[in-house]
């Protein structure tokens, strides 16, 4: 019998989206509805507060339009074939070891049979350099890998190719917009074509959002999602956070998804932040320095005359097999 959590109603597309998020939704079987609560599918012991429990769950009808099964490789090359890729609107990203790299369009060609949304197929070479950006190339389908991806509600203009987006934090956004109290002033220092913002605009009443980002083609894909999800809170600012966020009126909230290295920001925000502020801080550590690099950060910013403590620390997903994305909510008292 498959294990699943059970979680209230209400709960259960923000559970839902940060089970995906982090891969451990069970596709296999699908969600079930009993009274206030939803039975979802899991491929874990526990999430979050929530322990699983043997329940039961209809099996999803195994699509024989899987890309897997319409390739019909022969093991040796079927068991490199990758069990996940991303999905940016009606664009897929997918990663192929080199051995796959021969028969990339086919694999290609597969994935559009298998999911007639999916209009281009590009392969992904991963994220490179401080402004994020993946080398893409086009192996099936047509025209280019500028999108629109729905999120909550929301529409995101991006094009993986010129700016960094990625569709497995919409949980983590959706979490840190239902945090949003009305009013509050909210930087994010480092927000692409702001997914964060619109998130943000569409689920809670902020009073303004800056959106900072270093990346000039960022301006015109935020002033695109500003438009396309009337998010009239939100300003957009092409710059170094550096410079810009000096300029900035103090922030009740600050977001600083960087997680190369958004500590080195960090004394920065914490400048700008008002008494009681909350900042959310992303970074990609070694899951064994996780103790130390909250103590690190906590002795720093008192070092630096600031109390901070850290109200809250969530892994959001797998980096390698020894490194995960964490998110730290630091409040500063
Ligand atoms: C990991 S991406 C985050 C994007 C966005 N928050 C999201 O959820 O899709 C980091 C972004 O920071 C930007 N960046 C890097 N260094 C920066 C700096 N010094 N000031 C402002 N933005 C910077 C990059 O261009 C990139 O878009």
């Given at each position: 019998m498959p294990r699943c959590i059970r979680v209230p109603k209400k709960e259960g597309e923000f559970i839902r989206a940060r089970l995906a998020d982090a891969d451990?939704?069970?596709?296999?079987h699908k969600i079930r509805a009993d009274g206030d609560f939803l039975e979802i599918p899991v491929l874990c012991d526990s999430f979050e507060e929530y322990e699983s429990h043997e329940s039961e769950a209809e099996e999803r009808e195994i699509r024989p339009a899987d890309y897997k099964e319409i390739l019909d490789f022969p093991d040796w090359l079927a068991e490199e074939l990758p069990n996940s890729y991303d999905i940016i609107g009606d664009v897929a990203l997918i990663k192929l070891s080199d051995t796959l790299l021969p028969y990339k369009e086919q694999i290609g060609n597969a994935l559009i049979e298998a999911s007639p949304s999916i209009r281009a197929v590009m392969l992904d070479d991963g994220v490179k350099g401080e402004l994020r950006v993946r080398k893409l190339e086009k192996i099936a389908g047509t025209g280019s890998s500028e999108t629109v991806h729905k999120e909550f509600g929301t529409k995101i203009a991006t094009d993986p190719s010129l700016v960094y987006y990625n569709p497995r934090l919409a949980g983590e956004r959706a979490r840190t917009a239902l945090e949003v109290k009305k009013d509050e002033v909210i930087?994010?220092?480092?927000?692409?074509?702001?997914p964060f913002p619109m998130v943000i605009s569409k689920l809670a009443r902020p009073k303004i959002i800056y959106a900072i980002d270093l990346n000039p083609e960022a301006e015109r894909f935020m002033k695109r999602n500003i438009e396309l999800n009337d998010a009239n809170c939100v300003v957009p600012i092409i710059g170094d956070a550096r410079d810009a966020v000096e300029d900035l009126p103090p922030a009740d909230r600050i977001i600083m998804n960087l997680p190369q290295s958004s500590e080195e920001f960090l004394n920065l925000a914490l400048s700008s932040a008002k008494s009681g502020a909350t900042i959310h801080l992303h970074r990609v550590l070694e899951r064994s320095e996780l103790d130390d690099f909250v103590s690190a950060i906590v002795d720093k910013a008192r070092s630096e005359g600031y109390d901070i403590r850290i109200s809250r620390t969530s892994e959001l997903k797998t980096y390698s097999p020894t490194m995960s994305v964490y998110v730290f909510d630091i409040v500063k008292n």
């Open positions: 451990l939704l069970d596709k296999r930087i994010d220092m480092f927000a692409g074509v702001a």
